[in-house]
C-alpha cells in the first residue's frame, strides 16, 4: 500500500452522527495545516495514504473487520467466552468495540469527504492520470466505507418497500445533521459514487489502461488500492446483496475475465516453502497492508491467550464448522496448507495471517476482496437466473482446483448448501461470511461449539445495534 506514511489526515470534527465527547481527536503527526496540506498533489496523496493507513487499524479491518469481531459473529472461532459468539450486543465490551467501528468508518469517511471536498478545486496542481486515480481511489473508500456501515447496522436489502431508515450517507466533510437513510437510498449513493470511481479509473489506472504517466502511484503495487478492477468487484458484491443477479453476474465475470490473476501455485503452499503464499495472494483483488499484523498475529492467536482465536475446540468440528477433515473435502489445500497444530496437536489454528517470515509474495496483508469471491458470485448469480448448469460448473471449478471430491449438485438445496460452503472456505477470517449469511437470511448456521455442531439465529443477530450516541444525536428519527 505505502511506505512509512508521513502523513495521516485525522480531522477534529463534531458531525452529528457521533457525539460530541466523542470527537474525531486525532490530530496530524505535524503541525502541517489543511491549507498547506491541499497546495501539492504530494499532499493530497499523502492524505489519501492516511486514509489507508486509517482503514488498516485494528477497529476496521486490520483486526475487527476482518478476523476478529466479524469473525465470531460468524461462528469462525471456538470461544464461549466472547459476546460476539453470543450475539451479545448489549454486552458493555461489545458495545464499546460496535461503537469504535461505527467511529472508525466514519472517521475514513470524514477523511475521504475532505480530499473529495478541495480535489476538483486544486485540480490544476495534478496530472491528469494522478487526478482521476486519486479522487476514483476516494470515491470508491467512501463508497465501500458506507457499505460496510449498512452492512453491519442495518436491514436485509428489501428495495424500496423497506421505508425504515438505516445510516447516514456523507458525502461532504461539514458540521450538519446526516439523516439516517432508507436503504434504497443508501445503496443508490454508494453506486453513485462507485460509477464515477469506475469512470475515473477508466480513465488511467494502468491496470486497465496500460498507460499511466503520473508520479504520485506505483504502479506494481496496484493491489493494494482500490484499482478499476477491485471497484467493479466491489459493484459485484454490492449488486449480489441487493440480489440483482443480473447486474452481479455482469461484473463479477468482467473482473473474473479481464483482471489479471493466477489460481495459487501449489508449490508455494507447501510447508517447507520459506516465503509461503498464506493469502493465496495472486488470487487476491485487492488488500490492505497492516503494519501491526505481527502484533495482532501473536497477541489474537497465541495459545496462552484465554481468548485464544482457536477455530474449533477439536479437528473434529471442521467437518461441521468450516473445513472438512473427512470425506470430500479431506485433501481441501485450504485447509492443509493454512492450518497449524494447538499444542494438543490438533490442526486448529488459521495461519493466514502469520507472514512475519514471508518476504515475497505478500508483506502484513489483509485481503479485502478475492477472485473465487467473483466465481462464487458468479455461480449464486446463475443459479437465481435459472441457469443452473452454468452455476454448478462454475462450482465444481473451484472444488477441483481445491482438490476437493466432486458430488451430484442437481437437487436446488444440496447446490446452495455446497456453495455457502465453498464461500466459507475461501473467505474464511476475511469478514465476509457473517454477511453471507445475512444477505441469505439464514437461519441455521455451523459453529464450532463443542456440544453443538449448528446455531439457530434470527434475523436480529445480524445487525449491530446502533451506538448510543447515533441514537442520542439522531433521536428525532426512526
Known amino acids: 500500500m505505502m511506505k512509512n506514511p508521513t502523513f495521516l489526515l485525522l480531522i477534529t470534527i463534531c458531525l452529528s452522527f457521533i457525539a460530541c465527547d466523542d470527537w474525531l481527536d486525532?490530530?496530524?503527526?505535524?503541525?502541517?495545516?489543511?491549507?498547506?496540506?491541499?497546495?501539492?498533489?504530494?499532499?493530497?496523496?499523502e492524505m489519501l495514504n492516511g486514509v489507508y493507513l486509517n482503514m488498516a487499524g485494528e477497529n476496521l479491518y486490520g483486526h475487527h473487520l476482518m478476523y476478529g469481531t466479524i469473525a465470531d459473529a460468524a461462528q469462525n472461532?471456538?470461544?464461549?467466552?466472547?459476546?460476539?459468539?453470543?450475539?451479545?450486543?448489549?454486552?458493555?465490551?461489545?458495545?464499546?468495540?460496535?461503537?469504535?467501528?461505527?467511529?472508525?468508518?466514519?472517521?475514513?469517511?470524514?477523511?475521504?469527504?475532505?480530499?473529495?471536498?478541495?480535489?476538483?478545486?486544486?485540480?490544476?496542481?495534478?496530472?491528469?492520470?494522478?487526478?482521476?486515480?486519486?479522487?476514483?481511489?476516494?470515491?470508491?473508500?467512501?463508497?465501500?466505507?458506507?457499505?460496510?456501515?449498512?452492512?453491519?447496522?442495518?436491514?436485509?436489502?428489501?428495495?424500496s418497500t423497506n421505508p425504515?431508515?438505516?445510516?447516514?450517507?456523507?458525502?461532504?466533510?461539514?458540521?450538519?445533521?446526516?439523516?439516517?437513510?432508507?436503504?434504497?437510498?443508501?445503496?443508490?449513493?454508494?453506486?453513485?459514487?462507485?460509477?464515477?470511481?469506475?469512470?475515473?479509473?477508466?480513465?488511467?489506472?494502468?491496470?486497465?489502461?496500460?498507460?499511466?504517466?503520473g508520479s504520485l502511484f506505483d504502479i506494481n503495487k496496484r493491489k493494494y488500492r482500490f484499482h478499476?478492477?477491485?471497484?467493479?468487484?466491489?459493484?459485484?458484491?454490492?449488486?449480489?446483496?441487493?440480489?440483482?443477479?443480473?447486474?452481479?453476474?455482469?461484473y463479477a465475470t468482467r473482473v473474473v475475465n479481464e483482471f489479471e490473476w493466477d489460481w495459487v501455485n501449489d508449490e508455494g503452499i507447501q510447508d517447507q516453502v520459506i516465503d509461503k503464499d498464506v493469502l493465496f495472494f495472486d488470487e487476491v483483488i485487492t488488500a490492505l497492508n497492516v503494519q501491526k499484523l505481527d502484533d495482532y498475529y501473536d497477541f489474537y492467536f497465541g495459545e496462552d491467550f484465554s481468548y485464544s482465536y482457536l477455530a474449533a475446540s477439536s479437528e473434529t468440528n471442521f467437518a461441521a464448522g468450516v473445513f472438512e477433515i473427512t470425506g470430500p473435502g479431506i485433501n481441501d489445500k485450504r485447509f492443509l496448507a493454512l492450518f497449524r497444530k494447538t499444542k494438543k496437536n490438533q490442526?486448529?489454528?488459521?495461519?493466514?495471517?502469520?507472514?512475519?517470515?514471508?518476504?515475497?509474495?505478500?508483506?502484513?496483508s489483509v485481503p479485502l476482496i478475492r477472485i473465487t469471491e467473483m466465481k462464487l458470485i458468479m455461480a449464486e448469480a446463475n443459479f437465481f437466473t435459472n441457469n443452473k448448469p452454468q452455476a454448478i460448473t462454475i462450482l465444481n471449478e473451484l472444488k477441483g482446483i481445491r482438490d476437493v471430491l466432486l458430488e451430484d449438485l442437481s437437487d436446488d438445496q444440496?447446490?446452495?448448501?455446497?456453495?455457502?460452503?465453498?464461500?466459507?472456505?475461501?473467505?474464511?477470517?476475511?469478514?465476509?461470511?457473517f454477511?453471507?449469511?445475512?444477505?441469505?437470511?439464514?437461519?441455521?448456521?455451523?459453529?464450532?461449539?463443542?456440544?453443538?455442531?449448528?446455531?439457530?439465529?434470527?434475523?436480529?443477530?445480524?445487525?449491530?445495534?446502533?451506538?448510543?450516541?447515533?441514537?442520542?444525536?439522531?433521536?428525532?428519527?426512526?
Not at 107 to 119: E, G, K, P, S, W
Open 414 to 433: 444440496v447446490f446452495l448448501n455446497s456453495l455457502i460452503k465453498e464461500f466459507r472456505k475461501e473467505t474464511y477470517l476475511e469478514g465476509q461470511v
Open 26 to 45: 486525532v490530530q496530524p503527526k505535524s503541525d502541517i495545516d489543511l491549507s498547506e496540506q491541499i497546495s501539492s498533489a504530494e499532499g493530497f496523496k
Open 347 to 364: 490442526l486448529a489454528i488459521s495461519t493466514k495471517y502469520n507472514q512475519n517470515w514471508i518476504f515475497r509474495r505478500q508483506y502484513r
Open 228 to 250: 478499476y478492477y477491485a471497484v467493479l468487484a466491489l459493484k459485484a458484491r454490492v449488486y449480489i446483496t441487493m440480489a440483482d443477479y443480473t447486474n452481479a453476474l455482469d
Open 435 to 478: 454477511y453471507l449469511y445475512k444477505r441469505m437470511r439464514l437461519t441455521t448456521i455451523p459453529t464450532m461449539d463443542d456440544t453443538n455442531t449448528t446455531k439457530d439465529v434470527e434475523a436480529e443477530d445480524f445487525i449491530f445495534p446502533l451506538p448510543d450516541n447515533e441514537l442520542e444525536f439522531n433521536n428525532n428519527q426512526n
Open 77 to 159: 472461532h471456538y470461544s464461549a467466552g466472547r459476546p460476539f459468539i453470543k450475539f451479545n450486543y448489549e454486552n458493555l465490551k461489545a458495545k464499546e468495540q460496535i461503537a469504535a467501528i461505527w467511529k472508525g468508518l466514519y472517521n475514513v469517511i470524514a477523511n475521504a469527504n475532505t480530499i473529495l471536498d478541495n480535489i476538483d478545486a486544486k485540480k490544476d496542481l495534478f496530472n491528469t492520470h494522478d487526478f482521476n486515480m486519486l479522487k476514483g481511489e476516494a470515491l470508491a473508500i467512501r463508497a465501500f466505507s458506507h457499505f460496510d456501515a449498512l452492512r453491519l447496522f442495518g436491514d436485509v436489502y428489501e428495495g
Open 164 to 213: 425504515d431508515v438505516q445510516i447516514p450517507y456523507v458525502n461532504t466533510f461539514e458540521r450538519k445533521v446526516f439523516p439516517r437513510l432508507p436503504s434504497n437510498e443508501v445503496y443508490a449513493k454508494i453506486l453513485d459514487d462507485l460509477n464515477m470511481a469506475e469512470e475515473l479509473l477508466k480513465l488511467s489506472d494502468p491496470v486497465y489502461s496500460g498507460d499511466y504517466d
